[in-house]
């Protein structure tokens, strides 16, 4: 889940909000999808009746099955609001941003210098104590990646790689 925006105070007598827009907030949102707040530890999902900008960083808002001042003000008021981050796009990198990546292979490090791109056979170059090598940059052949820490590790069949 991602915090796109708060709701700040109440819009009229219908249970409307105003809420303020983070700058994660997307700009294709679609009325269909869901917006969520966290009441009692649990995301509830919440669909828009009414869905109007104000500006950059606002936006009024009316959601199904919140139809008075009183339901909005118990259950809305203060809360951060959020989406559904879609799992595919967190998954989706370029070869090429592995370059500078720490590379493990056995018990040697090294670092990822390079990457060539090859429809038949795609290729990083890694640079172990001073030499470079040539890695075929195969699904089978990458262990584990780790973006936050930048480590790739590699598990290699014997032979492939002479240190």
Do not use: W
């Not at 409307?16 to 969520?36: A, C, K, R, S």
């Not at 040697?108 to 038949?120: I, P, R």
């Not at 290729?123 to 262990?143: C, D, M, Q, R, T």
């Amino acid at each position: 889940m991602l915090a796109v925006g708060r709701i700040g105070r109440l819009f009229g007598t219908d249970g409307g909000v105003m809420i303020t827009l983070y700058d994660t907030f997307p700009d294709d949102f679609q009325m269909e999808e869901p917006l969520f707040v966290e009441i009692d530890k649990l995301a509830v999902p919440l669909f828009c009746s009414n869905f109007e900008r104000r500006g950059q960083s606002g936006a009024v808002v009316r959601f199904d099955d919140i139809d008075t001042e009183r339901r909005a003000e118990d259950f809305l008021l203060g809360h951060e609001i959020f989406i559904k981050r879609d799992e595919e796009e967190d998954d989706e990198f370029y070869m090429e941003d592995l370059i500078g990546f720490r590379a493990i292979i056995d018990k040697q490090q090294g670092e990822v210098t390079d990457y060539y791109d090859s429809e038949a056979n795609p290729l990083f170059e890694v640079e172990i104590s001073g030499h470079s090598h040539l890695i075929p940059a195969a699904e089978e052949f990458i262990a584990h990646i780790d973006f936050e820490r930048q480590i790739i590790k590699f598990v290699l069949p014997a032979g492939l790689l002479e240190l």
